[in-house]
């Protein structure tokens, strides 16, 4: 069984910065991308960005230029540095990590961006 457990998530004044961190666990056989999605009030969950097996990554036009995913493979654990954080950024960040059968998700963690 393959756990998911996001942390780094709070309340943060606009402009200012968080880092999420997604730490996986469990028997994991093959990975081919982790990535981090977001759900606001009222809205349909969202792809933030999201990095692939060979390190490709991608991002959601919204973040881009702002947010950096990365990951330490030894410690099966993906990062989301979120810098100029926006009041329109805030929502529960999921964590998700894709393999060649499933789809894995974190609990969330609630980012709050005050102006």
């Known amino acids: 069984q393959v756990q998911l457990v996001e942390s780094g998530g709070g309340l943060v004044q606009a402009g200012g910065s968080l880092r999420l961190s997604c730490a996986a666990s469990?028997?994991?056989?093959?990975?081919?991308?982790r990535g981090w999605y977001r759900q606001a009030p009222g809205k349909q969950r969202e792809l933030v960005a999201r990095i692939y097996s060979g390190g490709r990554t991608n991002y959601a036009d919204s973040v881009k230029g702002r947010f950096t995913i990365s990951r330490d493979n030894a410690k099966k654990v993906v990062y989301l540095q979120m810098n100029s954080l926006k009041p329109e950024d805030t929502a529960v960040y999921y964590c998700?990590?894709?393999?060649?059968?499933?789809?894995?998700w974190g609990q969330g963690t609630q980012v709050t961006v005050s102006s």
């Open positions: 469990g028997t994991i056989l093959s990975i081919n991308a």
């Open positions: 998700n990590l894709e393999t060649g059968l499933s789809y894995y």
